[in-house]
């Protein structure tokens, strides 16, 4: 099961298994990890589930695809590496993945 690492604005750092196929959002929510609200459930009708994707695995994760880019409009503090974590589907590649967590979800 592939591992990704959720840091929380305040540098609190959680490292957690997530299974193929689940959404990073999914992963966060199903093992406590605080700061993703995830309101919409993970239908990409919010933006209350913004991670910034670490440099290094940008190309890894894909880009946004319009839906999520125009729901990234809304957020506070939009980035390089700003994604919704519903919209990226963990993989075996993306064992290691690093996200950074906003100091606040709208």
Known sequence: MPKITYIEFNGTSHEVNVEVGASVMEGAIHNDVPGIEAECGGC?????????VDTKWINTTGEADPLERDMLESVMDLREG??????????DELDGLVVSLPELQI
Do not use: E
């Open 82 to 91: 700003s994604r919704l974590s519903c919209q990226i589907t963990v993989s």
């Open 44 to 52: 990409c009708s919010c933006a209350t589930c913004h991670v910034y």
